[in-house]
């Protein structure tokens, strides 16, 4: 799953998405591609209120690194421009929406012609990776 996309979506139960991105009590993180899903991460905060406390933000947007996306109940302004300028794509989804739903129709769009922010996520340059210049001549890469 090395061209993977990687997934969060804000949920109590680890199944739905049922959660507000401000006061979610835990993320499922995954990795999508078009054919496969894997679940990486089950990140738990707790019990935690819409209280307006950007605080509590920092660190769920810090366990956001690298992911394309973000499926939430809600969502509040600040927290929306935060992601976004991590590159992190906020998607507003009715309670109760099931996580596998979700992912399926994800890989449905990118096998059909992803949207933009797929799209975007999919071409986004990836970390740089100290071996990909060996790769790139074991792929034929010749100056």
């Known amino acids: 799953m090395e061209t993977a996309l990687k997934i969060a979506f804000a949920t109590s139960d680890m199944q739905t998405v049922n959660q507000h991105f401000g006061s979610a009590k ?31 933000l920092s660190i769920k947007i810090d366990l956001l690194e690298g992911c394309a996306a973000v499926y939430c109940q809600a969502i509040g302004a600040s927290a929306i421009n935060q992601i976004i300028a991590r590159g992190i794509q906020p998607v507003k989804v009715h309670e109760g929406s099931k ?41 034929g890469w010749d100056e």
């Not at 993320?27 to 935690?48: I, R």
């Not at 596998?100 to 096998?111: F, G, P, R, Y």
């Not at 933009?116 to 986004?124: G, L, P, Q, R, Y």
């Open 26 to 56: 835990s993320f499922a993180v995954y990795a999508v591609d078009p054919d496969h899903s894997k679940m990486l991460e089950a990140a738990q905060f707790g019990e935690l209120s819409q209280d307006g406390n950007e605080a509590k």
């Open 99 to 139: 996580i596998t739903d979700l992912i399926v129709d994800l890989q449905n769009e990118m096998k059909a012609g992803p949207s933009s922010w797929v799209a975007k996520a999919i071409h986004k340059p990836k970390k740089n990776n100290p071996d990909r210049f060996k790769q790139m001549e074991e792929d």
